[in-house]
T-cell receptor, first 115, second 115 residues
Framework: AQSVAQPEDQVNVAEGNPLTVKCTYSVSGNPYLFWYVQYPNRGLQFLLKYITGDNLVKGSYGFEAEFNKSQTSFHLKKPSALVSDSALYFCAVRDPNNAGTMLTFGGGTRLLVKP | EAQVTQNPRYLITVTGKKLTVTCSQNMNHEYMSWYRQDPGLGLRQIYYSMNVEVTDKGDVPEGYKVSRKEKRNFPLILESPSPNQTSLYFC??????????????FGSGTRLTVV
C-alpha cells in the first residue's frame, strides 16, 4: 500500500529565509508525487508535481521540490519565504500500479512565516 | 470556469437526521472522490468513483453512502449522522487517464457539525 509521511506538524520560518517542508513516501512502483497548499477556508490548490525526468521540479508561487529516490523523499522548498506563504501544505503520492485510490495524502504541515 | 462545486459550505445538524452534501464538476472528469479532513489526521478518503455507476470504498467509508448516476455529480449521503462525523469534507475530481499530469481539482469544502 502507498503511504506518505510529513514528519513536522508545523514549520516556523522568518520572512526572507529559506523554507523546507519535508515529505517521505512509500510505494511499490515509481511514484507520482504532488504538493498541494490549503489557505484558510479554501480547498486544496495544486502547487507542483513530479512524474518523471528532472529531480528538481518548479511550481507555483516560487516553490520547488526535489525528488530523491534513494531517500524516498520529496521535500518542498522556497529560497525566500513570504508571510503570505503561511498555509497548510499537503504532500501526496500516487502509485501508478494502484488504480483505485489514486492519491494518498500526508497529514499536512502548517507553515508559519513570521514578519 | 473549470471547478468543483460543493454545497453547502457550512452545515450544523442533529444526530440521526439524514443529510446530503452535493458535489458537481464541470470538467467531464471520470474520477471523483470524497475526503474528510481532521486535525492531525490529514485527508482520508471516504469513497471514490471511477466513472458513472462505479463506486468503491476508501479508507473510512463507515457511516457514509455515495452514488454516481451522472458523470458530473457525486453526492455524499449521511443516513444517520453522528458527532464523530463532524469534520471538514472535500470533494475532488480528476480526468482518469491524466491524473498523473494534473492531480485533483478540489472543491472549497463543507464544514459539517453534528450535535
Amino acid at each position: 500500500a502507498q503511504s506518505v509521511a510529513q514528519p513536522e506538524d508545523q514549520v516556523n520560518v522568518a520572512e526572507g529565509n529559506p523554507l523546507t517542508v519535508k515529505c517521505t513516501y512509500s510505494v511499490s512502483g515509481n511514484p507520482y508525487l504532488f504538493w498541494y497548499v490549503q489557505y484558510p477556508n479554501r480547498g486544496l490548490q495544486f502547487l507542483l508535481k513530479y512524474i518523471t525526468g528532472d529531480n528538481l521540479v518548479k511550481g507555483s508561487y516560487g516553490f520547488e521540490a526535489e525528488f530523491n529516490k534513494s531517500q524516498t523523499s520529496f521535500h518542498l522548498k522556497k529560497p525566500s519565504a513570504l508571510v503570505s506563504d503561511s498555509a497548510l501544505y499537503f504532500c501526496a503520492v500516487r502509485d501508478p500500479n494502484n488504480a483505485g485510490t489514486m492519491l494518498t495524502f500526508g497529514g499536512g504541515t502548517r507553515l508559519l512565516v513570521k514578519p | 470556469e473549470a471547478q468543483v462545486t460543493q454545497n453547502p459550505r457550512y452545515l450544523i445538524t442533529v444526530t440521526g437526521k439524514k443529510l446530503t452534501v452535493t458535489c458537481s464538476q464541470n470538467m467531464n472528469h471520470e474520477y471523483m472522490s470524497w475526503y474528510r479532513q481532521d486535525p492531525g489526521l490529514g485527508l482520508r478518503q471516504i469513497y471514490y468513483s471511477m466513472n458513472v455507476e462505479v463506486t468503491d470504498k476508501g479508507d473510512v467509508p463507515e457511516g457514509y453512502k455515495v452514488s454516481r448516476k451522472e458523470k458530473r455529480n457525486f453526492p455524499l449521503i449521511l443516513e444517520s449522522p453522528s458527532p464523530n462525523q463532524t469534520s471538514l469534507y472535500f470533494c475532488a475530481s480528476s480526468r482518469w487517464l491524466t491524473v498523473g499530469n494534473y492531480g485533483y481539482t478540489f472543491g472549497s469544502g463543507t464544514r459539517l457539525t453534528v450535535v
